[in-house]
């Protein structure tokens, strides 16, 4: 990503000749695979919003519009984030955009966008009107697919994005995808820079990897700080549950040096003691498992496109206090039957 100002044009057809030129300059560069412009860096966490109605329905006040993100682009954006283009077209080249009076400009809308403005017709051909209701009108030549790079925990919104030419910012953002590594190609970027534009104010280059990291940072730190608590919970779980079923074991020692002075079998008494265990064990798992359920309906809100039942999860639960609790009583129960039945009656 690679923020520049065109400080040396003034007028909106040096602006457009600038972006249009020092596309092709970098684009020129070997690795480079492609190379788009944007007035929005993605997930720099700006946007830009503005209005939109149907010009068929010949909106009269504000509030027959709806609220869109919209972004100024060059043709090349779509390829070059690979955000595919689901009806119609791209931009043509900036060359062959020009502003007339009377003459409405290509535009292009997000599948959410055209669902909402066209739920039952085919967006392609429809005009539509921007800003207000004297606002300038644009044909709808393409639908592409939502991007979600503003609030990544969120629906993606209605977006529509505007060419270049119609829009000539003297602010924009170089997205440029290479073949090899990013980061091995920013001191060739920047050095490219300077010899086209030995005047341009080398700017902060970095590869989007760093905006989205920066985007998902919070995220990123409560999953972690949820993670390790769900997992210290579960160790806690796991310790209390075995030092409960030992402390059971233990307390049937006299019972078991009775049942073997009896002449009663080690298998026999292993397994009586297995039984009883595993009945605990399965109640509770199974209480435990509607509390489970009951807690993630109530805290679905705070999740965005994962489900509150996650079986994976539960089935670990299941895995490791199943094992705590046979490791529990197999440990002290193995130990009571290899006691001497004599010390195992003398141990009250």
Do not use: K
């Not at 060419?163 to 910012?169: C, F, G, I, K, V």
């Amino acid at each position: 990503t690679v923020p520049l100002h065109a400080s040396g044009a003034a007028t909106g057809e040096e602006r457009n000749a600038y972006i249009q030129s020092s596309e092709e300059w970098l684009r020129a560069l070997p690795g480079v695979i492609s190379v788009g412009s944007t007035s929005i860096t993605p997930f720099s966490g700006r946007r830009s919003l503005s209005r939109v109605a149907r010009a068929d329905r010949n909106p009269r006040t504000l509030d027959d519009f709806i609220l869109s993100d919209y972004r100024t682009i060059t043709p090349g954006l779509f390829r070059t984030l690979d955000i595919p283009i689901l009806a119609g077209h791209s931009f043509p080249s900036p060359a062959s955009l020009t502003i007339e009076d009377g003459i409405p400009l290509p535009i292009i809308v997000s599948e959410s966008l055209a669902d909402h403005l066209w739920p039952e017709s085919d967006p392609l051909g429809q005009e539509v009107i921007w800003q207000n209701v004297q606002g300038p009108r644009y044909t709808v030549i393409g639908v592409v697919g939502d991007i979600r790079d503003i609030q990544p925990a969120a629906d993606p919104p209605p977006m529509l994005y505007l060419p270049y030419s119609s829009e000539p910012l003297p602010s924009m953002t170089y997205i440029i995808r290479v073949a090899d590594d990013e980061t091995g190609m920013i001191p060739v970027i920047r050095e490219h820079l300077r010899r086209m534009d030995p005047d341009l104010v080398i700017p902060e280059i970095l590869p989007l990897t760093q905006h989205f990291a920066r985007a998902y940072a919070v995220p990123n730190f409560m999953l972690r700080l949820f993670t390790v608590f769900a997992v210290l919970a579960l160790v806690m779980a796991a310790m209390g549950l075995y030092a409960l079923i030992v402390f059971q074991v233990n307390q049937r020692v006299r019972e078991i040096g009775i049942r073997i002075a009896l002449g009663a079998g080690t298998a026999r008494i292993l397994r009586l003691i297995m039984q009883r265990t595993i009945v605990r064990v399965f109640i509770g798992l199974v209480a435990g498992t509607g509390c489970a359920m009951v807690m993630a309906h109530l805290l679905g809100n705070l999740l965005y496109e994962t489900e509150t039942i996650e079986p994976g999860a539960y089935i670990l639960v299941y895995l490791v206090l199943g094992t705590t609790a046979l490791l529990a009583t197999l440990i002290p129960a193995l130990r009571a039957l290899r006691t001497d039945p004599r010390s195992a009656l003398q141990v009250e």
